[in-house]
């Protein structure tokens, strides 16, 4: 459906589809509930604009995440996406204390470091403290 979705100019008519055929599915006396699905939910309706719905989702459905990493990664990406930049930098500063650990370091997480210095210099202190954040030629060229 997200395909077909992608192709047509009437995309939000595809997604309230989709949501209401999610929404049906659920209450089948057969269905089980499964991480697939679960994604599948919370991108709706994050391409619905209803942040707050998938949090709260997550937030029911938290069984499903066991990677810490991988729930707040999904919990940053909504909170960017419903442009609050405080909650945002929280769960990024979050999931980089835990990548401080051993136990749980990972390689990868590079990007995440890159895009938590970004929100603070160009989203958070040019709001709160009216900073204008003037990058030189080696960051526009990165």
């Known amino acids: 459906m997200f395909l077909i979705s992608l192709n047509l100019k009437f995309e939000t008519k595809i997604l309230d589809i989709a949501y209401l055929l999610l929404l049906k599915l659920m209450k089948e006396p057969l269905f089980v509930l499964d991480k697939k699905f679960v994604l599948l939910y ?32 999904i919990e940053a990406n909504l909170y960017m996406k419903s ?12 999931m980089l204390r835990i990548n401080s650990h051993v136990a749980h370091y990972q390689e990868a997480m590079w990007d995440t470091y890159k895009t938590c210095i970004r929100l603070v210099l160009n989203d958070f202190l040019p709001q709160v403290k009216k900073l204008e954040y003037k990058p030189n030629i080696d960051y526009t060229l990165t």
Do not use: G, H, M, W
């Open 42 to 73: 919370i991108k709706i309706l994050s391409k619905q604009s209803k942040f707050r719905e998938a949090l709260d989702f997550i937030e029911l459905k938290s069984e499903f995440f066991t990677d810490k990493i991988e729930r707040q990664s």
């Open 83 to 94: 442009k609050n930049p405080v909650l945002t930098i929280n769960v990024y500063f979050n």
